[in-house]
């Protein structure tokens, strides 16, 4: 009996908590919603296409925007090889496949941020993506590359820097329809301004197979209002489809 009554209260022990994620990181806990910013347009009359047609006869063929050439006109030759053989059956988005960063980082939809000891977990809404971007120096090298690649963060300050490589080549690298190579690094920076609930990222793609110089892109983000939820749907791919 005795013997029982020794266990009763280890049995009844809580188990030991884990470490927690660092102080600086609560701030960009939570979810948020990126901010769609205004496209930017060229002067009429000064874009054309690699044949020299000017820029509606294939961006309505293509369903191009005037961004994607603007990024064309920094891209090595073999990136407008590239670009210029863009099919848009074979986009990630039209086959339900996430087009990676920084396309998932930059479009209008929640984003959630969760920290953890070692680690800061961020989950897409834009086809259900998930990211693990490791603290420090604890992103594993022996990773896979896949298509939000391998991330490692670190504090400078109060901006929280997010480098990623191994992310396998894809339309919607660089920009919305413009390839990749699987030679980029992004590195994004983001910090959570006085408010607390508006976030200011800063994104540079680095490609040296299919850019000339980095592009740099920048995003806005503010916090979900309270009880909004982040909701991860499937895609159907005759949907995602049908436009083409």
Known sequence: MSFLVLLFPLILAPAATGAEPPPATRAFEGIWLVVPSPPRMPRRGTMRDADGRPLGFTADEKGLTPSD????????????????????????????????????????????????????????????????????DAAPEDAEPSEVGIAAGR????????????????FGGISRNAPSSDARVVTERYRVLADGDSMEGRITIEDAKFLTRPLELSVRLRRAEPGVELVLFPCDLEASRRHL
């Open 155 to 170: 504090f400078e300050g109060d901006a929280f820097v997010i480098r990623t490589v191994g992310a396998t080549s894809a």
């Open 69 to 136: 050439y603007m990024v064309r006109r920094i891209m090595t030759d073999a990136g407008r090889a590239a670009f210029d053989a863009f099919d848009p059956s074979e986009h990630p988005a039209n086959n339900c496949r996430s087009p990676g960063l920084p396309s998932i980082a930059m479009t209008p939809y929640l984003q959630e941020w969760r920290a953890g000891p070692d680690r800061v977990e961020i989950t897409h809404e834009y086809f259900s993506t998930g990211r693990t971007v490791h603290l420090g």
